[in-house]
């Protein structure tokens, strides 16, 4: 990798959202594209969703990891939809939690096995989740933010 000179790469359209992760990055333009990108400019994936409206995404709903993608889904705010990177398809493993969920982040260890979601709620609760397993635990009360 070169380091001295960047990798440039034409967008068709205004960029609204720009969520980073370690190996991977993620556009939100404004034809309501969602793209996932390496860093050397290559196009990864582009994750579809029936219903999801990326135009409510922000930085708090949306987080990337090494292998997952997770998105809060705007038109029902209690449930997580999680991607695979490579693919852009939803996993069979979406997380659900029984209050609206305002912002959650992936945990960014190399190992998909030991992924893990924090996220808080409506009621400014914070909870832990395995992302290929999940089983909620909350871990602390009124929680400001992460």
Request: proline residues 5%; charged residues 20%; contains cysteine.
């Amino acid at each position: 990798m070169n380091w001295s000179s960047p990798f440039v790469f034409d967008i068709k359209d205004v960029v609204f959202l720009i969520v980073q992760g370690a190996k991977y990055f993620a556009l939100i333009d404004a034809s309501q594209n969602f793209n996932v990108y390496s860093y050397e400019g290559k196009l990864v994936s582009s994750p579809k969703c029936q219903g999801l409206r990326v135009e409510f995404l922000n930085q708090r709903h949306i987080s990337l990891s090494s292998d997952v993608l997770s998105v809060i889904d705007p038109s029902n705010p209690k449930m997580v939809k999680i991607f695979d990177i490579m693919s852009g398809k939803p996993t069979n493993v979406p997380m659900e939690h029984s209050t609206e969920i305002l912002e959650m982040d992936l945990n960014q260890v190399e190992m998909s096995s030991e992924r893990k979601m924090c996220f808080i709620d409506s009621n400014r609760d914070m909870f832990l989740t395995s992302v290929h397993k999940p089983e909620i635990l909350k871990i602390c009360n009124m929680v400001d933010s992460f």
